[in-house]
């Protein structure tokens, strides 16, 4: 089924973008893009490195690397195995892994989390698409259903970066009533793994907020293209505030309880079991070997994103950590 739907996609014409995706682009061109265009020296494609015929870099030896490609005078000299890593040659293509749940309605201040997943996919695309490459999408969720509902094969050209806008501008059936089950990020990521041919740049875009079992496809994607892992989360979901009595509802189950926020012994609580769940996913991605990003819907996504570039640019491939807080922010200082 999702063969035919890839072939679906691609035979169809580009049809016409309604204004609601123009207005966030132009609005983005003007308040992220113009704002990058002038800090981010060099070239985008530190972003995306391949196989090519350019050097780029040099980095230790990883289990899943290509053995033709490493360099065998640095590694006598260092005494650890180290490859070489290239500019490519050609044009890449940039999929974006999007998880339009349930859960990434939320958000406690002015930013939603599918706000912030818009903006970023959408500064990411145009950035990426402008110089050539060709951009493509898979979408979880986007229809109320969890399941992969939405396939967007890539493109290049600016009117592909507004039709993938369009899609994320559509309001999801049944959002606020939630109740049409939990998320299963693993189907997205075998999907992505069936249907992603060519060696690409992945950006899988969640809140990981998640059933388990969606370890294991994420490092079998990784072992095949260049995997970043954009984690959207917000203030209120590592600690709650004194609120009161008040109703929380899972916006995926619709299961609702009532809370009083009011007891420091709750919050404590919440708080701990926030920070393991912080400790267990960080260290599911390490295992899978991908970078990761943290986007907060109380950051600033233009900083975000250069604290993610200067990262990739001083250890590309090798970032293990996400891009937030102070130690990211010393590192990349």
């Known amino acids: 089924m999702l063969l035919d739907l890839f072939r679906r996609r691609r035979a169809a014409e580009p049809a016409a973008v309604p204004t609601d995706a123009q207005a966030l682009l132009q609005r983005l061109e003007w308040t992220v893009i113009r704002r990058l265009d002038g800090l981010l020296q060099g070239d985008h494609r530190t972003l995306m490195r391949g196989a090519g015929l350019d050097l780029a870099d040099l980095r230790e030896y990883r289990h899943h690397d290509d053995v033709r490609h490493m360099d065998w005078n640095v590694t006598a000299r260092l005494q650890l195995p180290h490859v070489r890593v290239f500019t490519e040659d050609r044009e890449m293509a940039a999929w974006f892994l999007l998880d339009l749940s349930a859960s990434v309605d939320f958000g406690s201040g002015q930013r939603r989390k599918r706000e912030l997943l818009q903006a970023f996919t959408a500064v990411l695309a145009r950035l990426i698409g402008r110089h050539g490459n060709r951009i493509g999408a898979m979408l979880y969720g986007a ?22 806008l369009h899609r994320l501008c559509r309001p999801r059936s049944g959002a606020m009533r939630g109740g049409n089950g939990p998320t299963r990020l693993a189907d997205l990521l075998s999907a992505a793994a069936l249907g992603i041919r060519q060696r690409s740049a992945v950006f899988v875009v969640s809140d990981f907020i998640s059933e388990p079992g969606w370890e294991a496809p994420l490092g079998e994607l990784a072992r095949r293209h260049d995997v970043v892992a954009v984690r959207l989360l917000d203030p209120l979901e590592r600690e709650l505030p004194d609120l009161g009595l008040i109703p929380i509802r899972d916006a995926e189950t619709g299961e609702q309880v009532l809370v009083d926020t009011h007891d420091p012994g709750f919050r404590r609580r919440f708080a701990a079991l926030a920070a393991r769940r912080e400790t267990t996913l960080r260290d599911s991605l390490a295992r899978a070997g991908v970078d990761t990003l943290e986007l ?32 990211a922010q010393g590192a990349a200082a």
Request: proline residues 7%.
């Open 143 to 164: 229809g109320g259903d969890a399941a992969v509902d939405a396939v967007l094969p890539a493109r290049g050209g600016r009117t592909q970066v507004l039709q993938l």
């Open 296 to 327: 907060s819907t109380a950051d600033d996504l233009v900083e975000a994103v250069l604290r993610f570039v200067a990262l990739r640019r001083r250890w590309p491939g090798r970032l293990r950590s996400p891009l937030s807080g102070p130690v």
